[in-house]
């Protein structure tokens, strides 16, 4: 039996965009629909119906296609099937698997798409499906990634969060050879994302005081310089900083001590340094249910933990945990947002 969807009065649906066409993304978006439950938020696909009826039968799934004009139509249309609003550019052929350069204006299409509607209020948020990043490249993307391109269109700096029940995590440094991570951190970066990282503790995941922790860089946190000196140099300076902003946050940690479940008690967020040390613990909590989230945007972005997994792509055995748990946190997420705004 499936629950009645859940979607909050007066409250857009969430826009869920294609992803790599090539990849799992329109396997769990099919799978997350048949899957829904009480707790599902209203959610609609920026895809080619098309698309998605082939692979529904494809992978024997029981998700009929409902192709809507509008965005308000996805809340009538949800208990029906999965609602698509057809994506304006043409995806081209599509190989299971087999990334193509040829289909990266699509794929921007669908996430330019989704952050119209979320900016004018057609979607309450949006929730991205994994991208290609060497095939976007390819085909002129000037871009890292999702969260650089949704900065630049905002006009604004994001950060990456990630987060599983009990833990998030925050890189300063991403997507680096760990070789240029001592190189390319700076007290400004770790600031910027303390200060941005307690703002959106605060308004979209109701923290009143927001408590950080910020990890060290070297083991023992240097050991006072002897195994290295950017926690002196570098990261006690932003600490003393992020204090002075009135932030309640303790650090250089041990990364190695920072983990455990009696430490996850004493702080609501991680400043890490770079990209394994926030992702290994928390893939070690949750591996499937992991979810990123863009902070420091004016609209709300979540998306699942995983890349796009195109060597499974045709066997129809992708796991929708992560998308799903995507969803359920930007429905929350955004209805944070939207209570903080509505007058008593």
């Known amino acids: ?9 007066g409250h857009a649906p969430l826009a869920v965009t294609m992803g790599e066409p090539a ?7 099919l799978k997350a629909w048949t899957a829904r439950n009480a707790a599902t938020p209203v959610f609609f696909a920026i895809d080619n119906p098309d698309r998605l009826r082939a692979l529904a039968a494809r992978f024997g799934l029981n998700c009929p296609i409902v192709p809507i004009t509008a965005t308000s139509d996805a809340n009538a249309a949800f208990s029906q099937g999965l609602p698509v609003l057809p994506l304006q550019v043409a995806i081209g052929e599509v190989a299971l698997g087999k ?3 040829e289909t990266g204006k699509a794929v921007i299409a669908a996430i330019d798409q989704a952050v119209a509607l979320v900016r004018d209020g057609g979607a309450a948020a949006m929730i991205t499906n994994p ?3 060497a095939s976007l490249q390819a085909a002129g993307f000037a871009f890292p990634g999702h969260t650089e391109y949704l900065g630049h269109l905002a006009g604004a700096t994001p950060v990456m969060m990630l987060a599983v029940e009990g833990l998030r995590v925050v890189p300063v440094t991403v997507h680096l050879p760990l070789r240029d991570v001592a190189a390319k951190l700076t007290t400004a970066a770790i600031v910027a994302h303390g200060r941005i990282t307690a703002a959106a503790l605060q308004r979209d995941f109701g923290v009143p005081a927001p408590r950080l922790a910020v ?8 050991e006072s310089g002897t195994m290295g000196d950017e926690e002196i140099r570098i990261i006690a300076p932003a600490v003393t900083q ?5 932030i309640a946050v303790r650090g250089p940690l041990p990364a190695d001590t920072l983990f455990h479940a009696a430490a996850r008690t004493e702080y609501d967020a991680v400043i890490c340094m770079y990209h394994d040390q926030a992702l290994i613990p928390l893939k070690t909590i949750d591996f499937a249910g992991g979810v990123n989230v863009t902070i420091g945007l004016p ?10 997994a195109l060597d499974i792509a045709t066997r129809g055995i992708a796991d929708p945990t992560s998308l799903i748990a995507a969803l359920r946190m930007a429905r929350e997420i955004a209805d944070r947002r939207h209570a903080a705004t509505v007058t008593p």
Not at 1 to 9: A, F, L
Not at 215 to 222: E, W
Not at 242 to 246: E, T
Not at 299 to 308: A, L, N, Y
Request: with cysteine; proline share 11%.
């Open 215 to 222: 990890a060290a860089l070297n083991p023992h946190a240097g």
């Open 99 to 101: 990334p193509r350069a």
């Open 23 to 29: 990849g799992i993304g329109g396997e769990i978006l």
């Open 242 to 246: 992020l204090r002075a902003d009135g």
């Open 1 to 9: 039996m499936h629950g009645r969807p859940r979607n909050t009065p």
């Open 131 to 133: 991208i290609q990043k």
């Open 299 to 308: 609209f709300v972005r979540c998306s699942p933990d995983h890349g796009t």
